[in-house]
C-alpha cells in the first residue's frame, strides 16, 4: 500500500438517458506499479468506467485526478495527455496497414512553434549582427579606413548575416510543414525504437506485418505496444483474454508483470476469477455500477469476489431433466468449413446431433463455433463432408404406386421389410399372387426414415424441404434480425412466404409478436417497435421467441446469453430446455463453462477448428473441458510449426 | 500524325487528372464526392471570373503579365473548388448527410451556377489570355517530335502531373498521408489514436475539391481557348471513373487519364468516310473501358485494389 | 469551478430516437420555406425586385393552362423516375443510372417511330415501341445488377457510366439515320399517345392527360407494392441486412436482379411517356438530369411514394418557376433552375440533421435536460462486451426522459 497513486476517481456519475446508470457515485483509486483487476458481471459498469478515463465517455459528475491533479479528459487525445492507453477487446486497427504504421498512426508530431523558434533566431541572429557591428566600431575607432577591403569584408558579413536571417525566420511556416510532413515517417530509427520496446517486454512480432494478415494475439500485442509507444504509465486492457489461448495467456501475463516491473499501472477488466487471482494485485469490485470494495488479492479468495460480484450467492442449478430417448437428428460427417480468407475454420468435423437433448458446444471463441453452425445452416459452403438430416417416420407400408414387384422381391431378400407384428419378411418361394395381396392389404411395412443430405442446400432449399431448422446466431442484429423493422415485421421473417397472395400477411406475425412479448416479457413500449431501439436482452427474446415459434426439429443457439443480464439469460436456459423436452435436437454454443456443464447433455470440444472430444456433461468435469480446449491446439500447432 | 495525337491526348488528359487527383485525395479521406463535376464546374467559373476581373484591372492587352494573368485565374479557381469542397465537408462531416445525395445536389448546384454565371459573363480578351495558359517551354511553329511532346504545353499540364505525383507521394510516404489514410480506412481506429477525423476529412476534401476546380479552369482556359461551354460535368464523371480506374493511386491517374484523353481525342484522328456515326462509337470507349476494370477489379480484386474500407460512411464517434 | 466550466465541452451531439412524425414535418417545412427565401432573396440580387421572384414563380406554374400542363407533364415523367428508382433505392441499390435508363427507353420509342412510321396501325406501334422502351430500360438496368449480384461490382459508378454509353447510343443512332449531318432528330409525326379529353374543360394542353393518368396510378401501384407485397418486403430485408436476408433465405441475388430489372422497366416506361407523349423527338439531353433529380427526390420522400408527390412537385415549380423568371427578368441563360433547386435540395438534406440528432447544450441551467439525452442503450449491441447498461426498463426510461426533455425545453 506504500505505493504513490498513480489514478484517482472520485463520485464518477455517468447516466445513458434517465434512469440508465451505469455508474454511480464510484470512487477508487491506481496505484503505481501494480496490476489491479476489476471484477464484475456484464453489465456492471466496468467498461463504461474506464471509457471515461481514455476519454470516450465524459462522466456526468465526479472528478478524475491524474498524479494528484485534477484531471478533464474530454477525448482519446486528452487521455494520451495524461499517459492513460486503453485496449478495447475490439481492435482499434487499421487492417491494411502494418504493425509499424499502426504503431505510430497519430503519434504526436514533435513540438514546433512558429513564434518560439522565431524568437530564437531572432536573439541568435541579432547577436551574430552585434559582434560584428561591435568588430566594425572598434575597426573604425582603431583608425581603419572606411572602404578598405577589411572595412567591406565587415560590411558584406553584416549583410549576409541579415539575408540568412530574412530568408530563415521567413520561411518558418514552410519549415513547419515540412516537418509535419515528414518523408520517410518508418526511417530505420523508427523501426529500432519500436523493435527496442518488442524486445524489452518480450513480444513476439513481426513490425512490417499486414493487420489482415494478423492473428487476433498479434493484433492484440500490436495495440499493446501502440499504447506503450505512447509511453503509457497506465494501460487498461478491456478483457484481454477473451480471445486468446491458454498459452498467449501465458504470454500476455508474462509481459504485464514485466510492465508493471518497470513502474507501469495496469488495469484488467474481466471477469474471470482466475485470472484475477493470478495476475493481480488488488481487486475492485464492481456491481451494477458501484463500487463494492477493492481488496488485495492475496487477502482474498475466489468465493468472497464472487459474492461481492453477484451480491448474494447464485445458484446455477438449471433444471436439467434427462432426456428421453434421444434418437439421432443430424450427422455431421468430415465437414469442412473454410473462412474468408481460405484457411479451415472447421476441419474434419464428425459428430451427431440427437433429439431431446442439448448438446454443448465448448471452445475458446473463433475456433469454428460459428462456421460450423453457419454451415449446418446453409449459409456457409461446406468443402467437404455431409450434412444428413434424419427424421425417423413411423411404419409405412410399400405401394407398387412407388415400386415395383421386383424391386419389393430384392429390398425384401436385403430385410428392408417387416409385418405388422415385426417380424422380417420373406418372399422367398411366396407366390406372385400372394406378395400382390400383401402388398394391396397394406401387410409389408418399412421404416420409411427421412434422409436428406442439407449439404450445399441454401436456407431457402431447406425450408422448402420441410426442415425446421432455427437459427440464433451470435450477433442478432447483424444476422437473424432486422434492426430498423419493428418487432411485428421481424417476425414475419420466417413466415411471410406462406401462402398464395403476393401480399404479406401480417396479421399472424402481430399474433406472434404479442405472444412473444408477453411470455417472454419483452419489454417495449410497442410491438411496432423498431428492434434496434430495444436492449440487448429483449433483441435475443424476440429472436429466441421467433425462432422456436416454428416448433423446429433442430434448433441451435450460438451465445444466447451473452450481454445478457442474469434474468434474461435464466429465462433462454429455461426455454432451452423446453425445446429439449419437446424432443428438439438442441446446440448450444458457450463461453460460461459452468453453464455449459449444467445446461447440456452432452458436450462438444471444439479446438482450432477440430473435435477435441464429445464428453458427458453429467460426469465430466470443469478442469477436463479445460485441458480439452487447450491440449488439442498445442498438438495442432506443434503440427503446424512441423509443417512450416 | 501520331506525335501531335499523343500531344493532344496528354493535353486533353490533364482535366481528368485533376478531377481525379483531387477526387482520389478526397476518396483517401473517406468522402465519395458525387460532387466533382460540380466542384469543376465552380472551379471552371472562378478561373472565368479570375480572368475577368484580371482583364479589368489591366488598361489595355498590351500591358498583360503572362504570370498574373495564368497565376490570378488559378487562384480563383482553387477558392471557388475549395468553396465546393467547403460546401461538401460541411454537409456530410458536420451535417452528418448522405454523401451521395449530397455529391449529387452539389453536382446539380455547380452545373447550375456555373452555366448560369459563366455563360453571362462577357469573354472579350479572354482568347488573349488563353494564349498565356496555352504557352509552354518551347513556343516555335514546328517543334520536334520531342519537345511536341514534352515541352510544348502550357502551365496547367505541368502543374497537373506534378500534383498528381505530389499527392501519391504524401499519401504514401509522409505522416500527413499516412493520417489521411488512417482516416479513409477506418475512422473510428484513426479518431481513437487521437487523429482529428473532422479536420483531416476537411481539409482533404476542400483540398482536393480545390485541385478539382483546376481541371474546370484548364478545360475553359486552355483546352478550349476562353469560351463558356456547357461540357466540363462529363469529364468529372469520367474523373470520378478513373479513380477507380487507377485503384486509388493518384500517380497510376496520370497513365488512366492519358489512356482517356487519347480516347476521347481519337475520333478526331480516325477517318471514317461518311460513316461518321462510328466516332460516337469510339467517344463511348472510355466509359466501357471503365465499366470493364470495374467488373475486372470486382472479380479478381485483391485485397491493395479495394477502395477505402470508409468510403462513403460519415463517422460520429458516438455511433459505434 | 470557472475552470472547470471551460474545459467541460461546449456541446454534445447525440442521436435522436424518438420524434414524432409532427416535428419531423415541422422541421422539414420551415426548411422549406427558409430555402424558398434564400432562393428569393439570391434571385432579388438579380432582379432587383423581391416580389417579382415570387411573381415569376407562380405565373410560370400556374399562370396558364397550358403551363398548368407543362407542370403537371414534368412533375409526371419526374415522379415516374423516381418512383422507378425506389425500389432500387429501399435495396439499397446505388443506382444512378436513370437518366440512362430513361434515355435508352427514349432512343427505342423514337426508333420505332422513325423506322415504322405509318407502316402500321397506331395502337400497334404504341405497343411495339412500349415493349421496345420497357425492355431497354430493363436491359439498362439488369446489366449493373447482374454484376452487382455475382461479383459485388460497385453499382454507382457502373449506372453512371451505363448514362453516357446510353446517351453515345443516342447521338450514334442520330448520326446513323439523319444523314444530313445536322445531328437533330426532327419532329416523328407517328406513334403519338392517343389525346384524353376531359369534357367540358379547355382543350389546351389536354394532350398529357393520358400520361398523368398512367403515372398516378403507378405512384399507387408501387406504394402497395413496396408496403405490402413479398417483394416489397423482401427488398426492405436486403436493403436493411444482406445477412439476414440470406439467413432466412431470401436468395439475395435474385431480389437485386428482380428489383433492378422493374426499376430499368419502370425507367424505360417514363422514356417511352417522355417520347410518344411529349417530345415525339430524341436527343442527348431530353432527360434532361431528371435522372439525377429524381434520386433526391426519392431520398428526400424517404422512399415514400406518396411523399414523392410532395418533393416532385416542389422540384418542378421550382425548376418551371425559375425559367420563367429568367424570361421575365432577361437574366442570363436558362440554369438558374438548377442553381435554385440545388440550394432547396441543400437546405433539405441539411435540415435531416436535425430530425436525426440533438444537440444538448451543457450549461449548468439545463443540466437535466443535458444528461437525460436519449441515447440508446442498446446501441453497443454489436460489441458484445460493451458495457451498455441492458436494464430491462431502459426503453421506458428513455421514453420518459424525452417527456422530461420536452418538458425542460
Redesign the interface.
Known amino acids: 500500500m506504500d505505493k504513490p497513486i498513480a489514478i484517482e476517481l472520485k463520485h464518477i456519475t455517468k447516466t445513458f438517458g434517465a434512469k440508465v446508470v451505469a455508474n454511480k457515485d464510484v470512487t477508487m483509486d491506481l496505484r503505481k506499479g501494480e496490476i489491479l483487476s476489476i471484477l464484475g458481471e456484464n453489465g456492471s459498469g466496468k467498461t463504461t468506467l474506464m471509457n471515461m478515463l481514455a476519454g470516450i465517455y465524459y462522466p456526468d459528475e465526479g472528478k478524475i485526478f491524474v498524479n494528484g491533479e485534477e484531471a478533464t479528459i474530454k477525448n482519446p487525445k486528452d487521455a494520451f495527455r495524461y499517459k492513460i492507453g486503453m485496449i478495447h477487446q475490439h481492435f482499434k486497427l487499421v487492417d491494411v496497414f502494418t504493425a509499424a504504421d499502426n504503431v505510430i498512426l497519430g503519434e504526436k508530431m514533435p513540438e514546433y512553434s512558429v513564434r518560439k523558434e522565431y524568437s530564437r533566431l531572432q536573439k541568435k541572429y541579432s547577436e551574430q549582427f552585434r559582434e560584428i557591428r561591435s568588430q566594425e566600431k572598434d575597426y573604425i575607432e582603431k583608425g581603419g579606413k572606411r572602404f578598405s577591403k577589411e572595412h567591406d569584408d565587415l560590411i558584406r558579413k553584416e549583410a549576409r548575416i541579415v539575408t540568412r536571417a530574412a530568408i530563415h525566420m521567413g520561411s518558418l511556416g514552410w519549415i513547419k510543414l515540412w516537418k509535419h510532413a515528414k518523408f520517410n515517417h518508418l526511417s530505420r530509427y523508427r523501426v529500432q525504437t519500436l523493435q527496442k520496446i518488442v524486445d524489452t517486454y518480450g513480444f513476439e512480432l513481426d513490425l512490417s506485418k499486414k493487420i489482415y494478415e494478423m492473428s487476433v494475439s498479434e493484433k492484440q500485442t500490436v495495440e499493446i505496444i501502440k499504447v506503450l509507444y505512447r509511453g503509457a504509465d497506465v494501460l487498461i486492457l478491456d478483457e484481454p483474454t477473451a480471445v486468446l489461448t491458454p498459452q498467449e495467456i501465458k504470454k500476455l501475463f508474462d509481459v504485464l508483470r514485466k510492465m508493471r516491473e518497470n513502474g507501469k499501472s495496469i488495469v484488467i477488466i474481466t471477469h474471470k476469477l482466475n485470472e484475477v487471482m493470478e495476475i493481480s494485485d488488488r481487486v475492485a469490485v464492481l456491481r451494477k455500477g458501484e463500487h463494492i470494495a477493492t481488496v488485495l488479492t492475496s487477502e482474498t479468495n475466489e468465493k468472497q469476489l464472487t459474492e461481492m460480484m453477484v451480491g448474494k450467492k447464485v445458484d446455477l442449478n438449471i433444471d436439467r431433466k434427462d432426456p428421453v430417448d434421444p434418437k439421432p437428428r443430424l450427422f455431421i460427417s468430415h465437414m469442412t468449413v473454410l473462412n474468408k480468407d481460405g484457411r479451415r475454420a472447421v476441419d474434419d468435423v464428425s459428430f451427431t446431433i440427437n433429439g431431446g437433448e442439448i448438446l454443448g458446444i465448448a471452445g475458446i471463441s473463433g475456433n469454428g463455433q460459428k462456421e460450423l453452425l453457419e454451415g449446418i445452416a446453409g449459409l456457409q459452403k461446406v468443402q467437404n463432408g455431409e450434412v444428413i438430416f434424419h427424421n425417423p417416420k413411423k411404419d409405412k407400408p410399400v405401394t407398387f404406386y412407388h415400386k415395383s414387384l421386383k424391386k419389393i422381391k430384392a429390398m425384401a431378400e436385403e430385410g428392408f421389410f417387416h409385418y405388422p407384428n415385426g417380424e422380417k419378411v420373406d418372399l422367398k418361394g411366396k407366390k406372385k399372387k400372394e406378395i400382390v395381396r400383401l402388398v394391396n392389404e397394406e401387410q409389408i411395412l418399412f421404416y420409411e426414415d427421412e434422409i436428406i443430405n442439407l449439404k450445399h442446400k441454401s436456407p431457402r432449399e431447406i425450408q422448402q424441404l420441410g426442415i425446421k431448422l432455427s437459427f440464433v446466431p451470435e450477433d442478432r442484429l447483424n444476422m437473424g434480425l432486422v434492426g430498423n423493422m419493428s418487432i411485428v415485421d421481424n417476425m414475419a421473417l420466417r413466415s411471410y412466404r406462406k401462402g398464395r397472395s403476393i401480399f404479406v400477411n401480417k396479421k399472424k406475425p402481430k399474433s406472434l409478436a404479442d405472444k412473444v412479448i408477453q411470455e417472454l416479457e419483452v419489454v417495449t413500449p410497442s410491438d411496432m417497435t423498431p428492434v434496434r431501439r430495444l436492449s440487448g436482452g429483449n433483441v435475443q427474446k424476440v429472436l429466441v421467441g421467433r425462432e422456436i415459434s416454428s416448433s423446429p426439429k433442430v434448433l441451435m443457439a450460438a451465445y444466447p446469453v451473452r450481454g445478457l443480464d442474469i434474468n434474461s439469460s435464466y429465462l433462454i436456459y429455461n426455454l432451452l430446455n423446453r425445446q429439449k423436452e419437446k424432443n428438439v435436437a438442441v446446440v448450444f454454443v458457450g463461453e460460461d463453462l459452468d453453464v455449459l456443464l449444467a445446461l447440456s447433455d452432452r458436450i462438444l470440444v471444439l479446438s482450432g477448428g477440430k473435435v477435441a472430444g464429445i464428453v458427458d456433461a453429467r460426469s465430466v468435469t470443469k478442469e477436463e473441458v479445460g485441458l480439452m480446449m487447450t491440449k488439442k491446439q498445442e498438438e495442432t500447432e506443434k503440427e503446424e510449426t512441423e509443417n512450416a | 500524325m501520331f506525335i501531335s495525337f499523343l500531344h493532344n491526348a496528354i493535353r486533353f488528359s490533364t482535366i481528368f487528372m485533376y478531377g481525379s487527383t483531387g477526387e482520389t485525395l478526397t476518396e483517401r479521406s473517406g468522402h465519395l464526392n458525387l460532387g466533382t463535376p460540380g466542384t469543376m464546374c465552380l472551379g471552371a467559373l472562378g478561373g472565368f471570373l479570375g480572368v475577368r476581373i484580371y482583364l479589368d484591372s489591366v488598361a489595355s492587352s498590351g500591358q498583360m503579365n503572362g504570370f498574373l494573368a495564368v497565376f490570378i485565374p488559378i487562384l480563383f479557381a482553387l477558392l471557388f473548388g475549395a468553396c465546393a469542397g467547403l460546401l461538401y465537408s460541411f454537409f456530410t462531416v458536420t451535417l452528418r448527410c448522405n454523401q451521395n445525395v449530397t455529391g449529387l445536389t452539389l453536382t446539380t448546384f455547380g452545373i447550375g451556377l456555373s452555366n448560369f454565371v459563366g455563360s453571362s459573363i462577357n469573354n472579350t480578351g479572354f482568347s488573349a489570355v488563353s494564349i498565356f495558359f496555352r504557352t509552354g517551354f518551347v513556343t516555335k511553329t514546328n517543334p520536334n517530335a520531342f519537345e511536341n511532346l514534352f515541352l510544348t504545353y502550357g502551365a496547367l499540364v505541368y502543374l497537373a502531373i506534378i500534383l498528381a505525383i505530389a499527392v501519391a507521394v504524401i499519401l504514401r510516404h509522409t505522416r500527413i498521408g499516412l493520417n489521411v489514410r488512417a482516416v479513409g480506412e477506418n475512422p473510428a481506429t484513426a479518431d481513437a489514436a487521437g487523429i482529428n477525423v473532422t479536420a483531416y476529412r476537411y481539409v482533404s476534401t476542400i483540398i482536393g475539391s480545390a485541385i478539382s476546380g483546376l481541371g474546370g479552369l484548364f478545360y475553359i482556359m486552355d483546352y478550349i481557348g476562353g469560351n463558356w461551354q456547357y461540357a466540363i460535368d462529363a469529364f468529372g464523371w469520367l474523373a470520378v471513373a478513373l479513380v477507380i480506374f487507377t485503384i486509388w493511386q493518384s500517380d497510376l491517374g496520370i497513365l488512366g487519364a492519358i489512356l482517356f484523353g487519347a480516347l476521347y481525342v481519337a475520333p478526331n484522328y480516325i477517318n471514317t468516310g461518311t460513316a461518321g456515326y462510328i466516332k460516337e462509337l469510339i467517344k463511348m470507349l472510355p466509359y466501357i473501358i471503365t465499366i470493364v476494370v470495374l467488373i475486372i477489379t470486382s472479380i479478381f480484386g485483391s485485397r491493395k485494389a479495394q477502395p477505402p474500407a470508409g468510403l462513403g460512411l460519415n463517422y460520429f464517434r458516438e455511433e459505434r | 469551478m470557472r475552470k ?1 466550466f471551460k ?3 461546449l456541446f ?4 435522436r ?1 424518438d420524434i414524432s412524425t409532427a416535428q419531423k414535418w415541422i422541421i422539414r417545412l420551415s426548411a422549406g420555406i427558409l430555402a424558398v427565401l434564400v432562393c428569393s432573396l439570391i434571385a432579388t440580387i438579380f432582379t432587383h425586385n423581391f416580389g417579382g421572384f415570387f411573381k415569376s414563380m407562380g405565373s410560370g406554374t400556374f399562370g396558364t393552362a397550358i403551363r398548368r400542363w407543362n407542370l403537371l407533364e414534368k412533375l409526371a415523367i419526374l415522379l415516374c423516375i423516381a418512383l422507378a428508382l425506389t425500389p432500387a433505392f429501399k435495396m439499397r441499390f ?1 443506382n ?1 443510372g436513370a437518366e440512362g435508363q430513361t434515355l435508352i427507353g427514349c432512343l427505342v420509342s423514337a426508333i420505332c417511330m422513325f423506322y415504322i412510321r405509318g407502316s402500321i396501325a397506331n395502337p400497334l406501334l404504341l405497343l411495339i415501341s412500349f415493349v421496345g422502351s420497357v425492355g431497354a430500360g430493363m436491359l439498362w438496368g439488369f446489366i449493373p445488377a447482374f ?1 452487382k449480384a455475382k ?4 453499382e ?3 449506372t ?6 446510353a446517351m ?2 443516342v ?2 443512332f442520330i ?2 439515320a439523319v444523314r444530313s ?1 445536322s445531328g437533330v432528330l426532327g419532329y416523328q409525326p407517328f406513334g403519338h399517345l392517343p389525346l384524353l379529353q376531359i369534357p367540358g374543360l379547355a382543350p389546351t394542353g389536354q394532350k398529357f392527360l393520358l400520361t398523368v393518368i398512367l403515372v398516378a396510378v403507378l405512384v399507387v401501384l408501387m406504394y402497395v407494392y413496396l408496403r ?6 423482401e427488398i ?2 436486403v436493403g ?2 444482406v ?2 436476408a ?6 439475395v441475388r435474385k431480389v437485386i436482379i428482380r428489383t433492378m430489372l422493374l426499376s430499368g422497366a419502370i425507367c424505360g416506361f417514363a422514356g417511352w411517356l417522355l417520347v410518344t407523349g411529349a417530345r415525339f423527338t430524341v436527343n442527348k439531353d431530353l432527360v434532361g ?1 431528371d435522372g ?2 429524381a ?2 427526390v426519392a ?1 428526400l420522400a424517404h422512399f415514400n411514394p406518396l411523399g414523392m408527390l410532395l418533393t416532385a412537385f416542389l422540384v418542378v415549380f421550382l425548376k418551371q418557376g425559375a425559367s420563367q423568371l429568367v424570361t421575365d427578368f432577361k ?3 436558362d ?9 432547396f ?2 437546405f433539405i ?2 435540415c ?2 436535425f430530425i ?2 440533438r444537440i444538448n447544450f451543457k450549461k449548468r441551467t439545463v443540466k437535466a435536460a443535458a ?31 424525452v417527456a ?1 426533455n420536452r418538458e425542460v425545453e
Open positions: 472547470e474545459h467541460e465541452p454534445h451531439i447525440s442521436k430516437m446505388w444512378i454484376f461479383w459485388n461490382t460497385n454507382t459508378l457502373f453512371l457510366m451505363m448514362n453516357y454509353v453515345y447510343l447521338t450514334f448520326s446513323f449531318g405490402f407485397s413479398k417483394h416489397g418486403y426492405s430485408v436493411e441486412s445477412n439476414t440470406r439467413y432466412i433465405g431470401i436468395n438530369g439525377f433529380t434520386i433526391l431520398w437574366i442570363g441563360k440554369y438558374f433552375g438548377d442553381v435554385i433547386t440545388g440550394i435540395f441543400f438534406i441539411g435531416e440533421f436525426n440528432y444528461s437525460s439525452d436519449t441515447e440508446n442503450p442498446s446501441e453497443g449491441a454489436d460489441e458484445p462486451s460493451a458495457e451498455a447498461p441492458t436494464l430491462p426498463e431502459a426503453e421506458a426510461a428513455s421514453e420518459e426522459a422530461a
